[in-house]
T-cell receptor, first 115, second 114 residues
Framework: GAVVSQHPSWVICKSGTSVKIECRSLDFQATTMFWYRQFPKQSLMLMATSNEGSKATYEQGVEKDKFLINHASLTLSTLTVTSAHPEDSSFYIC???????????FGEGSWLTVV | AQSVTQLDSQVPVFEEAPVELRCNYSSSVSVYLFWYVQYPNQGLQLLLKYLSGSTLVKGINGFEAEFNKSQTSFHLRKPSVHISDTAEYFCAVSGSGNTGKLIFGQGTTLQVKP
């Protein structure tokens, strides 16, 4: 079964509103999680590294005020897309590193559609 | 900095035929290499990974890959594919320390035909 869970799987929101996506590690603690964005028929682009108890590290070109990341516990990171616009519509995927198993697990992804 | 190049965007193959999906990387430091599979509208599933040791890595679903440092390659192979192997395949690299931060290739669509 899944060891990293994302919620919601699908979300539709209106332009100008904010939407939150959750990423949870189910059976391990993850001090570090990662958020990726994937456009249709394209590869995954790393957006940011989410660090438990500290600020996220954003990749070049990613607006930190637009994509708010909070990693408040060892099993939960959230990505909030603020003031969403249609161009923010995409597939967002998180991953988490399991240090014990030395493996990176991905969530099932979240489809965001902004109308 | 690391980068990954998947040389083929699409690979059509008939069922039960062998297949090789190519992946080349560039890095100035030691790397860890991964292959993931993505089915439509789903997340990524790990097929196999190379961290150290034997250069021939066996993964799930009958896939294997060989790490070739001199050619900076990590090609994925399967001796006999099934219709169910139709999916998008991503090669990824993580830099020194296997921090979990992955850089992905562009992806290869494997189309298995009956």
């Amino acid at each position: 079964g899944a060891v990293v869970s994302q919620h919601p799987s699908w979300v539709i929101c209106k332009s100008g509103t904010s939407v939150k996506i959750e990423c949870r590690s189910l059976d391990f603690q993850a001090t570090t999680m990662f958020w990726y964005r994937q456009f249709p028929k394209q590869s995954l682009m790393l957006m940011a590294t989410s660090n438990e108890g500290s600020k996220a590290t954003y990749e070049q070109g990613v607006e930190k005020d637009k994509f708010l990341i909070n990693h408040a516990s060892l099993t939960l990171s959230t990505l909030t897309v603020t003031s969403a616009h249609p161009e923010d519509s995409s597939f967002y995927i998180c991953s988490a590193r399991d240090l014990e198993r030395n493996t990176i697990y991905f969530g099932e992804g979240s489809w965001l559609t902004v109308v | 900095a690391q980068s990954v190049t998947q040389l083929d965007s699409q690979v059509p193959v008939f069922e039960e035929a062998p297949v090789e999906l190519r992946c080349n990387y560039s890095s100035s430091v030691s790397v860890y290499l991964f292959w993931y599979v993505q089915y439509p509208n789903q997340g990524l599933q790990l097929l196999l990974k190379y961290l150290s040791g034997s250069t021939l890595v066996k993964g799930i679903n009958g896939f294997e890959a060989e790490f070739n440092k001199s050619q900076t390659s990590f090609h994925l192979r399967k001796p006999s594919v099934h219709i169910s192997d139709t999916a998008e395949y991503f090669c990824a690299v993580s830099g020194s320390g296997n921090t979990g931060k992955l850089i992905f290739g562009q992806g290869t669509t494997l189309q298995v035909k009956p």
